[in-house]
């Protein structure tokens, strides 16, 4: 499986009239060897695949690859300048997205002849379709996830602070089998839900509140992403009214949703339900994105983005209203793409408010 998409980065580097690239992104990395950690340098050359780590990793990488060469990075060795003195590599790809400033310096520095090319978003071009086996890794992740929420939800009670409730899904995902959670938990109610991506404060939440909570477990390198609104007890007109517009424009958007419909009209079709009902200027963020070994990556489902759904996509679906001074709402479900439509992955119910 790995092996195929090495096959498909060759083709890029052929495409590109490369000699070669090297990737830092560790994301990348993963999804093209299955060795993970906090430093690593995947040179991928027209012949063989190399793996740069330090001596703390060797053991692992060479557990989890197949068919890479392992090299061990050393003081007073450049390991990179030898491969591709090696490889006889003149022009190099270089995954700029993730590669920071003083590495690229550096490279520029100890590669002088080296002409480095960028990729832009071509590898994650090629993460956008998901493989039966990650799809399958996706639905444990959210399996995990939905579990931990049903356990919280029910503890749940008025004057719980926000980081309590957030702790307690964080700690129920792990306990349940999530190596962590797939981002930090995001629980805010009352007015701070007002805050689209607001961070879990000691505010305790009350009867009658909005309370967003928006969550995710990573299951072995791969992740879920779910965003519920909930509220102890009825809420309020205003709260209820914007509830009832969110929940419309997503369900609005899940029903057109299928392979071949151009990406920026899915946000198109939610945002202009949302403005007609007079809102549109309180929902300001994306519609969505893709999910798979990020949380977020592409492709980004917005006004401005380019291209089609394709089958196998996994993507997010999450319209918003959030009003100053008074709270918001978010209902977020992870769909996959096919041919006829879109299947609703997440599991928890969104049209249900009061609990």
Request: hydrophobic share 40%; proline share 4%.
């Amino acid at each position: 499986m790995r092996q195929s998409r090495i096959e498909k980065v060759l083709n890029i580097i052929k495409d590109m009239d490369l000699d070669a690239c090297a990737l830092k992104g560790m994301d990348n990395i993963f999804y093209l060897t299955g060795f993970r950690g906090s430093e690593g340098t995947l040179i991928i050359t027209r012949g063989d695949v190399l793996l740069l780590t330090d001596f703390r990793y060797i053991t692992h990488a060479k557990e989890v690859t197949k068919n890479v060469q392992i090299v061990e990075i050393r003081q007073k060795q450049n390991a990179l300048l030898d491969i591709c003195k090696k490889y006889g590599v003149k022009r190099m790809g270089f995954d700029s997205f993730h590669m920071a400033y003083n590495i690229y310096g550096s490279w520029k520095e100890t590669l002088p002849d080296i002409d480095l090319v960028p990729l832009a978003n071509n590898i994650e071009r090629i993460r956008e379709i998901k493989e039966p086996a990650e799809i399958t890794g996706i639905m444990k992740a959210i399996g995990i996830a939905t579990d931990a929420f049903t356990e919280m939800l029910e503890k749940i009670v008025p004057n719980m602070t926000e980081k309590e409730i957030a702790n307690d899904l964080d700690y129920a995902m792990r306990r349940l089998g999530a190596d962590c959670p797939s981002f930090q938990t995001i629980v805010v109610s009352g007015p701070r839900a007002a805050l689209p991506h607001g961070e879990p404060s000691d505010k305790k939440v009350l009867k009658g509140e909005a309370i967003i909570v928006d969550f995710g477990a990573q299951v072995d390198g791969y992740c879920s992403d779910e965003t519920c609104t909930i509220s102890l007890g009825e809420p309020g007109e205003k709260i209820q009214e914007i509830f009832t517009v969110v929940n419309h424009a997503q369900k609005l958007a899940l029903k057109t949703m299928k392979a071949g419909m151009p990406i920026k009209e899915v946000d198109t079709l939610a945002r202009e339900y949302i403005e007609e009902k007079g809102y549109g200027d309180f929902f300001r963020h994306g519609l969505g994105h893709g999910v798979g070994i990020a949380v977020h990556e592409a492709p980004a489902i917005n006004s401005t983005s380019e291209g089609f759904l394709e089958e196998n996509m996994v993507l997010t679906i999450e319209p918003g209203i959030y009003l100053p001074n008074i709270g918001g709402v978010r209902l977020e479900d992870m769909v996959l793409i096919t041919r006829e439509n879109a299947q609703v992955l997440t599991r928890i119910r969104k049209d249900i408010f009061a609990v």
